[in-house]
């Protein structure tokens, strides 16, 4: 039972309470439709649980035992103890105010054990609109997140303090992935590590210094928009990683070409336990290097069979060719076969017309063999076929380009044993993941990024991909906690009450 003095605390709250009872049995409140009372009540209970939250916060600060020993992380003692230091508060359901004591000491900055206990943060907003911030910014536009959190709360934020707050919120995103731990994957599962980029809009500011260079170089023709080539000297990339699981599935060439009249086709691996991240501040080396980390993870004894899915770009199999031999663990490279489907319906219009049915069939038959391992063998032949007809170099251009591709990524073309092993040939996971962390969000009309604020967007759009979120957010709660309080004391912990 409570006792008269917690009655006593909580008198504000008890008249709050009344005053709310009042209202409903009250005949303005007959007189109101179901939506008008709900908006009067959603507005007078959140004061009522303010007024709750302020009762609670001044009975703690009366009951607060003086210490008689608080020392700081330096060694100093705080043996002077000044009671009624208040500081503010914005919670998710208005401000209050904590007053607690303040350990002395000239020349030093005050300890508070008040604080420590409760964990506040340095900044004005609390630990709930914080994480409000985080999850209502990685849905929608900064505008939309300041509106949502007024909606659920009735506290006004500024678009460019929820823009700080979610930025702040995610300083432990590389931190909790090294810390946490993964079950292992069946050893008949491979492990499928892909990486790609995406451009994202940027400030001028926030440009890498060779994109800034040649934006600098580069003459507007229009005063009211962008004109071609002048938005790809405003991106800058950012790199995107994926792991997942897949089981196996034995498939053979007609299985990925084949005709409209098969009907029994081997169905393609399927994606599990897929892991994100994102960065657009790391370059694609430590991306990937992070990629390697998740792997690690699931499989620290490298017993299962490893295999990097990417679009061909030579620098991320290079980052990922020296990622594997720092770490001593065997890593197939797969070339994306849709990539190459590509670069085959390209060559395709150096000898057919635009629409012409005949270079359906002549790409799937080049297709088929590039599955069955013989990407030198169609490389060839799409350079003789342009030889034998006598196209000029700009007729030809799209099969040179396209034989260039092939020869130069012949090594990571090895379809057929990929086929043969049950791997996945394309990368669907990764450009899914491009298009959710980074299109879907960052890619918003008229959007200019500065760089903390597209990095954390990134990051908690991954921490949610992955469920982790409330993992995560319990773990950065303790590092602030650590960081912001215990850090300030002897030994980093906080002195408690004998």
């Not at 050893?187 to 790609?196: A, C, I």
């Amino acid at each position: 039972m409570p006792t008269s003095s917690t009655n006593d605390a909580f008198s504000a709250s008890h008249s709050r309470f009344e005053q709310v009872c009042s209202f409903i049995g009250g005949e303005t409140a007959s007189s109101l439709t179901h939506w008008e009372l709900e908006t009067k009540l959603s507005v007078d209970v959140r004061e009522l649980v303010r007024q709750l939250y302020q009762d609670h916060l001044d009975l703690r600060s009366s009951r607060e035992e003086r210490l008689v020993d608080v020392i700081d992380a330096e060694g100093n003692r705080h043996t002077s103890v000044e009671a009624g230091h208040t500081r503010s508060l914005q919670t998710v359901f208005g401000e209050v105010s904590v007053t607690r004591l303040a350990y002395r000491r000239r020349g030093k900055d005050n300890l508070y054990l008040g604080d420590a206990t409760l964990n506040l943060p340095e900044e004005l907003h609390s630990h709930g609109l914080r994480e409000l911030s985080a999850i209502e910014s990685a849905r929608g536009s900064f505008e939309e997140a300041t509106e949502a959190i007024r909606r659920i709360t009735g506290v006004g934020c500024a678009k460019r303090q929820v823009e700080l707050l979610a930025a702040r919120s995610v300083v432990d995103f590389e931190a909790f992935y090294e810390n946490v731990s993964r079950m292992q994957g069946n050893q008949g599962e491979v492990l499928v590590l892909s990486v790609d980029g995406k451009g994202i809009v940027m400030r001028p500011d926030a440009l890498r210094p060779a994109t800034a260079k040649a934006a600098g170089k580069a003459t507007a023709k229009l005063k009211t928009r962008l004109s071609r080539g002048e938005k790809h000297n405003r991106k800058r990339m950012a790199e995107v990683g994926a792991v997942y699981d897949v089981t196996p599935v034995i498939r053979t060439p007609s299985d990925i070409i084949g005709r409209e009249t098969d009907t029994e086709r081997a169905p393609a691996p399927k994606a599990a336990n897929k892991w994100l991240t994102a960065s657009v501040v790391d370059n694609a080396a430590s991306v990937i290097s992070a990629v390697f980390d998740e792997a690690h993870r699931r499989d620290p004894e490298h017993r299962r069979t490893w295999i990097a899915l990417v679009d061909g770009a030579k620098h991320q199999i290079d980052c990922i060719n020296a990622e594997a031999k720092t770490r001593g663990v065997k890593v197939s490279i797969v070339c994306d076969f849709i990539h190459v489907l590509e670069y085959l319906w390209s060559s395709a219009w150096s000898f057919f017309s635009e629409g012409d049915s005949a270079a359906e069939a002549r790409v799937a038959e080049k297709a088929l063999s590039v599955l069955r391992g013989q990407a030198s063998t169609v490389a060839a032949s799409i350079r003789r076929k342009a030889t034998c007809l006598g196209l000029d170099p700009r007729s030809r251009e799209n099969a040179d380009r396209c034989a260039n591709y092939l020869l130069a990524k012949r090594d990571y073309l090895n379809y057929r044993q990929a086929l043969e092993e049950g791997w996945p040939i394309a990368s669907g996971v990764i450009e899914g993941a491009c298009r959710h962390l980074v299109k879907d969000r960052l890619d918003l009309t008229g959007a200019r990024w500065g760089l903390n604020g597209a990095e954390a967007i990134l990051k908690l759009r991954a921490l949610r991909s992955n469920g982790d979120f409330d993992e995560y957010w319990r773990f950065h709660l303790d590092r602030e906690r650590h960081r912001v309080h215990e850090a300030r004391f002897a030994h980093g912990t906080i002195p408690l009450a004998a």
